[in-house]
């Protein structure tokens, strides 16, 4: 046993009308070959019996073992079988004896190549069980026919296999492979190793604060996190962890996903901002900031139903280029199987877009309202107005990459219904967007009480044929659209500052307060009940879109006679119902 693998250092001679015999032996299983007697010597046994009965043609066993165990018939890359090949193109081998055909391989295409070598040298095949060799032209039909067989049950077998596999797969369970970080297995299943998982946790919590899978890889060498193999998580690696859905609880196969047995590690909504980041990112990649031609609002523009992004695109028209914003609907159907699919010119829904935000960012009145929460001193407040005014002011200077960021920081979502386009804004991420920090959908680092409901902006449009092309036209002029009262608007935000000095303890009272303003005590106990409008009162205002009759002095006189605190009373006393 221990000189099976040894080869002699030099081969008999071959004496006229001798046959030198090599004898190759196959197992493709390792089971059993560390016994005194395994195949691979019963195989050998039989071909050497077999040889031994041949005497008197002239054969003669050669001292060199070719023994290839726990390797398939299925492919060619054997050592022992190389090896015999060598010494067949050498001349050292006349004749090769095997057990059984399928011992030498299971595939037809192989054994061809394998007896075009044998033909090339002189030298022949036999199987000692099955009688037959290649030195004549019914061995050759009849190793063929045996070959056939052999490989329609080798490729039989594989399918058995991988049906059993895809069955497995849809019961949820492990079928093997490389163990994923954050899990062990036991009794052939995942087992959740809680060590590993909380680093799996805190690979997938970093990617959301970072947003880059680059730099997650440096931030990860430098807190010195490896792989189960103590290697480095290149980028590779952490793409396919962040994309590896066993994390979810879940099993794939052949695109189809299964609730798995084993317990996920990564719950629902880290897991959906994970997704939702590194889709962003592919858009940026394919049509956004980082393409020839950007698509600012790739990954935020929705049909109305707010289910379906409408993805960018482009068409080369006597070499000019237009792009547009589908619906995914006339990207996999036909128009007039899709009547509702949308087709915008993607300059005029940008420029639209753009426009509303500039426009929202120079509105003092809405955002000192909108940073309420998020920033409640007025000083700090200004500070961000100033910049936010300086942003709407320089945008044209923008590069796209710049212009892009501001926009995912700033938008949660644009909906396209077909009477208007709606703007979802978030003003409270406007202080992260200005000092750069700020991603789509971003809500680290604001407390949950800071963060409020989205401000929708709505904007009247229709989309008519301007020539050969589709044009976006705004049903009203927002020079003719209402502006808001600037002395309703002044008194309003002075209540709402001399309320926020009241709640900080700046003042010991009203007396103190209205002292600090200049103001009668009469006047400031009046004037700070405006800090309790209703919100739908407030946006009003803000909008310019209050009843005629209501003026300051108006306002003043309710708030003299004693505004009510219920809304429902505040809108029938200010004409709002």
């Known amino acids: 046993m221990a000189d099976r693998h040894k080869r002699a250092s030099s081969q008999p001679s071959r004496s006229p009308g001798a046959r030198r015999c090599a004898i190759y032996t196959r197992k493709s299983s390792e089971d059993g070959l560390?016994?005194?007697?395994?195949?691979?010597?019963?195989?050998?046994?039989?071909?050497?019996?077999?040889?031994?009965?041949?005497?008197?043609?002239?054969?003669?066993?050669?001292?060199?073992?070719?023994?290839?165990?726990?390797?398939?018939?299925?492919?060619?890359?054997?050592?022992?079988?190389?090896?015999?090949?060598?010494?067949?193109?050498?001349?050292?081998?006349?004749?090769?004896?095997?057990?059984?055909?399928?011992?030498?391989?299971?595939?037809?295409?192989?054994?061809?190549?394998?007896?075009?070598?044998?033909?090339?040298?002189?030298?022949?095949?036999?199987?000692?069980?099955?009688?037959?060799?290649?030195?004549?032209?019914?061995?050759?039909?009849?190793?063929?026919?045996?070959?056939?067989?052999?490989?329609?049950?080798?490729?039989?077998?594989?399918?058995?296999?991988?049906?059993?596999?895809?069955?497995?797969?849809?019961?949820?369970?492990?079928?093997?492979?490389?163990?994923?970080?954050?899990?062990?297995?036991?009794?052939?299943?995942?087992?959740?190793?809680?060590?590993?998982?909380?680093?799996?946790?805190?690979v997938f919590r970093t990617y959301c604060e970072l947003g880059s899978v680059r730099l997650l890889e440096s931030r990860l060498a430098a807190e010195d996190v490896t792989s189960k193999s103590g290697r480095r998580l290149v980028h590779g690696a952490l793409s396919h962890m962040l994309h590896n859905r066993t994390y979810r609880g879940e099993v794939t196969h052949k695109g189809h996903v299964y609730v798995g047995e084993h317990t996920a590690i990564v719950d629902a909504p880290l897991w959906d901002a994970v997704q939702s980041l590194l889709a962003e990112?592919?858009?940026?990649?394919?049509?956004?900031?980082?393409?020839?031609?950007?698509?600012?609002?790739?990954?935020?523009?929705?049909?109305?139903?707010?289910?379906?992004?409408?993805?960018?695109?482009?068409?080369?028209?006597?070499?000019?280029?237009?792009?547009?914003?589908?619906?995914?609907?006339?990207?996999?159907?036909?128009?007039?199987?899709?009547?509702?699919?949308?087709?915008?010119?993607?300059?005029?829904?940008?420029?639209?877009?753009?426009?509303?935000?500039?426009?929202?960012?120079?509105?003092?009145?809405?955002?000192?309202?909108?940073?309420?929460?998020?920033i409640p001193g007025i000083a700090e407040r200004r500070k961000v107005l100033d910049q936010a005014f300086r942003l709407a002011r320089d945008w044209p200077k923008l590069a796209a990459a710049e212009a892009r960021r501001i926009l995912l920081g700033l938008l949660v979502r644009i909906s396209l219904h077909p009477d208007r386009i709606e703007l979802h804004l978030r003003p409270d991420h406007l202080p992260k967007v200005l000092s750069g920090s700020a991603r789509h959908g971003s809500l680290d680092a604001l407390p949950d009480e800071m963060i409020g409901s989205p401000l929708i902006l709505s904007v009247s449009v229709a989309l008519r044929r301007a020539g050969k092309e589709m044009a976006m036209v705004l049903e009203t002029d927002p020079a003719a659209a209402p502006t808001a009262d600037a002395t309703l608007l002044r008194l309003i935000l002075r209540a709402r500052a001399m309320w926020e000095k009241v709640q900080r303890s700046e003042v010991a009272g009203l007396s103190e307060l209205a002292t600090q303003e200049g103001v009668s005590g009469s006047y400031a106990s009046r004037i700070i009940r405006l800090a309790f409008l209703a919100p739908d009162i407030l946006s009003a205002i803000m909008e310019g879109r209050q009843p005629k009759e209501l003026t300051a002095v108006r306002l003043l006189q309710e708030c003299c006679r004693g505004l009510p605190v219920e809304w429902q009373q505040q809108r029938s006393v200010l004409g709002f119902s």
């Open 34 to 202: 560390d016994q005194s007697f395994n195949s691979l010597d019963a195989q050998r046994e039989a071909c050497e019996a077999y040889a031994a009965s041949q005497r008197h043609e002239g054969w003669v066993l050669l001292p060199t073992q070719y023994d290839d165990g726990g390797l398939s018939g299925g492919s060619l890359e054997r050592p022992a079988l190389q090896r015999l090949l060598s010494d067949i193109r050498a001349g050292k081998v006349d004749l090769v004896l095997v057990y059984k055909v399928d011992r030498l391989t299971r595939s037809l295409p192989d054994f061809a190549r394998i007896v075009e070598v044998f033909d090339e040298h002189d030298a022949s095949f036999v199987s000692v069980t099955q009688h037959f060799n290649t030195t004549t032209s019914m061995g050759r039909l009849t190793l063929n026919m045996l070959l056939s067989f052999a490989q329609f049950e080798r490729e039989v077998a594989g399918e058995r296999i991988r049906d059993k596999i895809a069955a497995s797969k849809r019961k949820g369970m492990w079928m093997g492979g490389s163990i994923p970080l954050g899990y062990q297995v036991r009794d052939r299943k995942l087992i959740v190793d809680e060590t590993e998982a909380e680093m799996v946790r805190h």
């Open 281 to 374: 990112n592919r858009a940026d990649r394919a049509s956004g900031s980082k393409a020839d031609h950007p698509s600012l609002l790739a990954g935020l523009a929705y049909d109305g139903d707010g289910e379906t992004r409408l993805s960018p695109t482009h068409a080369v028209k006597a070499g000019k280029r237009y792009r547009y914003y589908v619906s995914r609907t006339l990207v996999t159907a036909t128009r007039s199987s899709s009547p509702d699919g949308r087709r915008v010119p993607a300059n005029d829904l940008e420029q639209l877009v753009i426009g509303q935000v500039r426009r929202f960012l120079t509105d003092e009145a809405a955002l000192f309202a909108a940073l309420d929460r998020t």
